[in-house]
């Protein structure tokens, strides 16, 4: 029986996202987005999705300790505090997302790209096609397919032997300088081509403006499959002056370059704004009596204002779907590629293997291997993140440890009483209309710290089958029997 009394217990607050303008102008707007949307937004932006009202009351209850903590304790002095738990939501929670943005850095360079040079390139849409892959989404994966089609053909091209294989990961971002809806494809691609004898061949210094045009052609055909667009559309852009698609190619990143690799890795993931370029006007404190929104362009370096609810109303078309993949692997990245890799490795060191007992130890080694290094780098990750390392005692400097999680609400009121962290909530449940699908907003637990009892306790994994992987989420695109996917 918890004595919360006893307890001398600090709240270590990584976050803090209820204290920053970013927070207050979701909670301040949000309601109002909804209600309106119909009348002011479908129009332009289409329907309002429900996942988008799920993702923003997850990222309101982010780090709020009333809905359960960990308690984490050090071993030495005795010492403890509570760890409010995260709400993993991408692209909308900026805490969150910038956590995936440094595992994904680390994925990459550790688990996929190849000790090769690298390059990266973006290539973008005319304006006149962007609003298609806005309404429907599913094209995105496709756009990224032809991209794939012509950065491999032209890659092969600038090799001279026989059978050559790039390796490419493709990134879709959606969000433009000032939150407009611009998809475009952030690639980290070979420079050059993998050979069958296992060499790998540098090409020819690439001219981005080469592939433009089959861009273009890949494109147009996509979308008159799809019925989105017909040959007369085509036609007529066709003789654009300036086409409105665009290629751009990067300085080549060396094999050796660990830290260029790591921010390329997570620039092409990186989240649609930047909390320190925003500035949040509430009504109280706008002249107009209209709640604002001053975002710095980084480009542009210019500051643009807008509504609250127009800002907001922009960056929610940015939530990827429930599930939706924003990251693929092609060529020599491809999971079939690095699945039989793995596969033949795993076979020259294996002694005298069965017929029978290879595939089943494959999988197992597959899964358990990444798993053991998101475990080994997780205290890290959080350190880099938060500046904090949560598993080392503040007070002593000795090793914490996670005791218990803390999800049944008297406890958690009684331990928040008790530390003088008790509010009341700041946001009132979802209203749920009768249409709607009702979305029920659990406290739930964080998959990290799952990750951390049994990494600190040093206990090993007795549910391999029902734990999920930390990239159980967008930026995976690993077979499904090696991983589960759920937003
Ligand atoms: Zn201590
Ligand atoms: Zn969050």
Redo the contacts with the bound molecule.
Sequence with gaps: MLQAAALKLDTYLPRSPRKNRYFRLVEDNYEQLEWVWDQKYQQKYGYWRPYVTAVIYKFLDCGDPHLGFARVK??????EYILPFSCKRRHFCPSCHQKRVLEFGEHLHEEVLQDVPHRQWVFSLPKRLRPYFMYDRKLLAKLSRCAWNVLADYLKAGVTRNDPIPGCVIAVQTFGEFLNFNPHLHIIATDGCFCPDGSFMTGITPDAADLEAAFAVEVFDLLKKEGKISRIIINNMNNWEHSGFNVYCGQPVSAWDDAGIERLSQYIVRAPISQERMLYMPVQESPDGTAKVVYGGKTSRVNETFTALDWLARLVTHIPNKGEQMVRYYGYYSNKSRGIRKKDALIDTTENPSPGSVNTATTIVKSDLARKKFRKNWARLIQKIYFVDPLL?P????G?RIISFIEDDATIKKILMHLDRWLPQTHDPPQVEADRITIHIHPHRSYEWWEAIKYVSGNEYSDDTIVQSPYEDEYSQLDPCEYNFTD
């Design positions: 050090c071993d030495d002095c005795k010492h005692c007070k002593c400097g000795g914490m």
